[in-house]
C-alpha cells in the first residue's frame, strides 16, 4: 500500500491555477519512503526502483511486513514477462503471481509495467481538489491537494504534498512528492485458519509516507532488477534456453576460492569426438590444485606438465615437458572428465554439457558483467554424493551475448560461448 501511494502521487497532474500545473513526473526513476504505519505503531524503510520504458520493478525493504513478523530486510522482484514476484527475504526466494495490483506495480494482465499516468483511475478528470500551497513539510515549503478513495470495502482520504519549485530538492528543481498522508477506515479482514475474507467491523488506519529521496531518470544500478548471485527460485519461469555447448575447445581456467583464500590457473584441451582430454599446469603458478596434480609436480621436481588421458585405450600420460619425460597409467576414476561406463568396468568420457552443466534444468536470470563483459546467466542447483557427504553444489553459467564477437587465435566466432562459472558448494554429513 504504501508504495503503491507514491505512483498515486506521481499520477495526479493537478491545476494550480488555470496558467499553472505540476509536470507530469519521469517514467523513470528511484525513490526512498519512510512509511509511518502510525496505527500499527511501527514503520517500514522502503526503497523502489521503477523502469517503465524496460518493463522493469522492485522494492527493498527493512521493518516489520506483517503483525506477526519480526523486522528483516527482503526485496520484491517484478518480471512482467512471466508475471511473476520473486519474492526474497532471510536468504530465501518464493516466487508468486502477480496480481492486478501490488505496492506501485500493476501487471495490466498484458505482460507490462503501466505507465505512471496509467496507473489510477484518478488525474485532471478526478476528484483532486488543491487545498493550499501554505504547508511545510519537514520544513520542505509545500503544496497540498487531497482526494477521496474508495477501494476494496474501504473509504479513504488522501493527502499529496509537492514541494514548492521555488525550492530545490536534491532530485532537481522540479516538484516533486515528499509527503503521502492516507487515513480512513477499512473493513476487518479473517487471515486465520486459511479462511480469507471480510468480517464485521472496521478500523481506523492513519499511516504518513514520508518521501525523503527521489531521483528521476535512469536507473544508476540495473541489477536491483536481478534476483541475488546465487540465489534459487524454485518453479522460476525459463524465459530463454541454455545456449549448446561445443564438443571440443580449450580453455584458459583461472580458479577462485574465497574459502581458502587460493587462486588456480590451468589449461584444458577438450575433444568429445577423439576421446581426449589434455591439462597443462605451469607450477610458478601456485594454486590448490588436489593431490593428484600435486603428486605429479612433485615427481618432475615442479616442472610444468601436461596431463593426457586417451579414452580410446583407457590410459593416462604425465609428461614432464621441461625435460621430456613421460610416464603411463591407467586413466583415475577421479578424473574430472571421467565416468564409469555402463559395463562397470571401463571408464568413459563425460560430454562437455555433463562437465559444465549437469543433468539438472537451467533457470535464466538475466545478465550480469562479467570482466567488463555483459554475460547472460543461468542457474542450477543438484546434488552429489562424495563419500559420507552430500553434497549441494548452487551453479551460475555465465555465456556471451550474440552481438559480441570472440576472438580466439585470429579465429573469429560469432557464436555464443561459455564465458564462466560460479559456484557454491555446501556439505552435509550423511549416516551410512
Not at 140 to 145: E, G, K, V
Request: some cysteine; charged content about 20%; overall charge negative.
Amino acid at each position: 500500500m504504501w508504495s503503491m501511494l507514491l505512483q498515486i502521487a506521481a499520477a495526479a497532474v493537478v491545476q494550480l491555477a488555470a496558467t499553472m500545473t505540476i509536470p507530469q513526473l519521469d517514467e523513470t526513476f528511484e525513490v526512498r519512503i519512510e512509511a509511518n504505519l502510525l496505527t500499527r505503531n511501527h514503520s517500514v524503510d522502503v526503497i523502489e526502483y521503477h523502469d517503465y520504458k524496460n518493463d522493469k520493478g522492485a522494492i527493498y525493504y527493512f521493518g516489520r511486513m506483517g503483525r506477526n513478523h519480526p523486522s528483516a530486510m527482503g526485496s520484491l522482484i517484478y518480471n512482467y514477462a512471466t508475471s511473476e514476484i520473486y519474492s526474497i527475504r532471510d536468504g530465501k526466494c518464493k516466487v508468486e503471481g502477480m496480481p492486478s495490483m501490488q505496492f506501485g506495480f500493476n501487471s495490466g494482465h498484458d505482460g507490462h509495467i503501466k505507465s505512471i499516468k496509467d496507473y489510477w483511475y484518478f488525474g485532471n478528470s478526478q476528484n483532486m481538489t488543491f487545498v493550499d500551497g501554505n504547508f511545510t513539510v519537514r520544513g520542505i515549503p509545500s503544496y497540498r491537494w487531497t482526494t477521496d478513495l474508495h477501494t476494496n470495502h474501504s473509504n479513504y482520504t488522501l493527502d499529496f504534498y509537492f514541494n514548492k519549485p521555488s525550492y530545490t530538492l536534491a532530485g532537481g528543481n522540479e516538484s516533486y512528492p515528499v509527503r503521502i498522508h492516507l487515513y480512513g477506515q477499512a473493513h476487518n479482514h479473517n487471515h486465520h485458519h486459511h479462511h480469507h475474507g471480510l468480517t464485521e467491523g472496521v478500523h481506523e488506519v492513519d499511516h504518513m509516507y514520508e518521501i525523503v529521496f527521489y531521483r528521476p531518470g535512469p536507473i544508476q544500478d540495473p541489477t536491483v532488477f536481478q534476483t541475488p548471485k546465487g540465489l534459487i527460485c524454485p518453479n522460476r519461469t525459463n524465459t530463454k534456453q541454455l545456449p549448446p555447448i561445443s564438443d571440443h575447445f580449450t580453455l584458459d581456467v583461472e580458479l577462485i576460492r574465497p574459502s581458502d583464500n587460493s587462486v588456480s590457473y590451468w589449461k584444458e584441451m577438450y575433444d568429445f569426438s577423439a576421446g581426449l582430454f589434455a591439462l597443462e599446469i605451469n607450477p610458478w603458478r601456485k594454486g590448490n590444485y588436489g593431490v593428484f596434480v600435486k603428486n605429479n609436480l612433485a615427481k618432475s621436481g615442479n616442472h610444468p606438465i601436461k596431463v593426457i588421458h586417451d579414452f580410446n585405450s583407457g590410459v593416462q600420460y604425465v609428461i614432464d615437458t621441461k625435460m621430456g619425460n613421460c610416464s603411463m597409467g591407467r586413466i583415475p576414476e577421479k578424473s574430472w572428465e571421467a565416468a564409469t561406463a555402463n559395463d562397470h568396468v571401463y571408464l568413459r568420457m563425460k560430454h562437455a554439457s555433463e562437465l559444465f552443466l549437469g543433468n539438472s534444468s537451467h533457470t535464466y536470470e538475466g545478465t550480469r558483467i562479467i570482466r567488463g563483459i555483459p554475460a547472460d546467466v543461468w542457474i542450477t542447483a543438484y546434488q552429489k554424493m562424495y563419500k559420507n557427504l552430500t553434497l549441494n553444489f548452487t551453479v551460475e553459467n555465465y555465456y556471451t551475448q550474440t552481438n559480441w564477437t570472440i576472438s580466439v587465435n585470429s579465429a573469429t566466432e560469432q557464436d555464443t560461448i561459455l564465458l564462466g562459472m560460479w559456484m557454491k558448494i555446501e556439505g552435509e554429513k550423511v549416516s551410512v
